[in-house]
């Protein structure tokens, strides 16, 4: 590949192309230099034939309009900040108000990057302002999504100190304003009603509470998963403000939830292309963070008909000894052809040359697939950094996280490590399916827990979706598990995680 950058100083928004605005996800309404990432992505990645639906980019235009007219900065905002900081809820009666989702930022860069997606598409469906509470370096992260005004939560005043924007971090499932205890406490009602799932109502009715907070994080219990029914969405219609926290990409589960179907099968035609369009919508790296981004592919990546091969290794548990967790990923890249064996490396080179992308917090990975391919690969073996541990909420480790899952999206081949978000993240930006490594849950007490030894060293996705960790089993209508594999032709469980589910393309032509 050439230097995709060629070419790119000049762009102005009368000259942008259906290329850099991704065949319409994105608008003309930003200039260039304020956030680059914004029109170059497409030159670094692929062509793709999966293209947003016109529904889809109907609906984000419908979205970007309701952020400008309620955003921050708005008497609309304002007087609803002040309703909810004097706790006043909405009446049955108020239909117009402006209503607001607030994601809480949790876990690392990309369960947030995953959470903020979900919470993104749950705002489109539901008609709300999406505000973002995503810790103290969103802003250096990325650029802002929506034109003419700002998804970043403002900061209560100091003299709110009430106020339920405060202290956000604190909500956990013990919350009384979550949702699972409101219902366990009498919070809601049921009322007779011959439809599905029944109907609920607010025992304050007719109005609505302040707010209610949705804990919608991994190992969350039977009544907060109720989410998902049609019943409990329409009881949380007309409150004014939503707070969620999850470390899960929600997308497959609001699929699975009766009012939102028919919607999202508009929107994505292509069930698996879900994330692919959200995170190329959503998430531009800002300057520095695409500087960055761009400079190491010049420098390393970058080359007339090179074939660059991405594998990321994230470990959790750790006492498993490195040469288990390596073992498998050479045997993959060998076993898969996905680079060129040392007996024919020469003839290969001439033909078409290779490089690889490591991203991993050890360096120890790296030098030994640079010792087994170093000598083999024209392209070299590349790492661009290796943090030791990882880092919540710290600027500078989040900055280069960010850049390596774009610079591991750039690649033509990915080897992922399972049930890793960093993996999900960039599989989805680059729109590939990659190999991935089978691996104990992160909360497994021994790292041997679920693996077969006689299994192979890595499995293909079934799709470029992330995989929703924690889905609800619970039919609504039914009043039962079901099995979610057999819900829905375009659900199926995740290949690295046994009990997690994905979107797939139910017509099945793969990427």
Not at 88 to 101: M, P
Request: aromatic share 12%; net charge neutral.
């Amino acid at each position: 590949m050439c230097d995709p950058s060629s070419g790119l100083e000049h762009i102005t928004p009368s000259n942008l192309t259906a290329e850099h605005l991704l065949d319409g996800l994105l608008t003309r309404e930003f200039s260039y230099g304020s956030c680059r990432s914004r029109y170059e992505f497409a030159s670094y990645h692929k062509k793709s034939s999966r293209k947003p639906s016109p529904y889809l980019i109907a609906k984000l235009r419908k979205q970007e309009a309701l952020q400008k007219r309620c955003g921050p900065g708005t008497a609309a905002h304002e007087e609803a900040r002040r309703r909810l900081e004097a706790g006043e809820g909405a009446d049955e009666a108020d239909g117009e108000e402006c209503r607001y989702l607030v994601y809480i930022s949790y876990r690392g860069l990309g369960n947030r990057m995953l959470g903020i997606a979900s919470a993104f598409l749950y705002a489109i469906l539901t008609d709300r302002v999406l505000l973002v509470d995503g810790g103290k370096d969103v802003g250096d992260l990325f650029c802002e999504p929506f034109p003419g005004t700002t998804w970043l939560l403002p900061r209560p005043s100091w003299w709110s100190f009430w106020s339920p924007l405060r202290g956000l971090k604190n909500y956990d499932e013990e919350s009384k304003e979550s949702l699972g205890n409101m219902l366990q406490s009498g919070g809601a009602v049921a009322t007779a009603s011959s439809a599905g799932d029944g109907s609920l109502s607010w025992s304050s009715a007719p109005r609505t509470p302040a707010y209610v907070y949705l804990h919608l994080a991994g190992g969350y219990g039977y009544h907060d998963k109720l989410f998902f029914c049609g019943a409990h969405q329409q009881l949380l219609r007309g409150v004014p403000w939503l707070l969620m926290k999850t470390d899960n990409y929600l997308v497959p589960g609001l699929f699975l939830t009766p009012p939102f179907k028919d919607e999202l099968e508009a929107m994505f035609p292509e069930k698996d292309a879900a994330f692919y369009h959200l995170g190329r919508y959503l998430f531009h790296p800002s300057n520095a963070v695409w500087h960055a981004v761009t400079s190491y592919h010049r420098a390393n990546l970058a080359g007339a008909g090179r074939r660059v091969v991405g594998i990321q290794i994230r470990v959790f548990q750790k006492d498993q000894p490195r040469q288990v967790v390596l073992d498998p990923v050479l045997s993959c890249v060998r076993n898969e052809k996905l680079l060129p064996e040392k007996k024919t490396a020469a003839a290969t080179a001439n033909a078409t040359s290779y490089a690889v992308l490591v991203t991993s917090l050890s360096s120890w990975y790296y030098e030994r697939i640079r010792d087994e391919y170093g000598s083999v690969v024209a392209g070299g073996v590349h790492q661009p950094s290796h943090e030791g541990r990882q880092r919540w909420y710290d600027a500078a480790h989040d900055m280069r996280a960010l850049s390596e899952m774009y610079l591991l999206s750039t690649c033509d081949v990915l080897v992922t490590s399972g049930f890793s978000t960093f993996g999900y993240v960039a599989q989805g930006l680059a729109g590939l399916r990659p190999w991935v490594m089978p691996r104990a849950p992160m909360w497994a007490k021994d790292w041997r827990e679920g693996l077969d030894p006689r299994g192979p060293p890595c499995l293909r996705m079934v799709s470029v979706e992330p995989c929703f960790h924690t889905p609800s089993a619970y039919d609504c209508a039914a009043g039962r598990d079901i099995d979610l594999n057999k819900a829905t032709p375009y659900i199926r469980r995740c290949v690295d995680v046994r009990w997690g589910i994905k979107l797939v393309n139910e017509n099945s032509s793969h990427w």
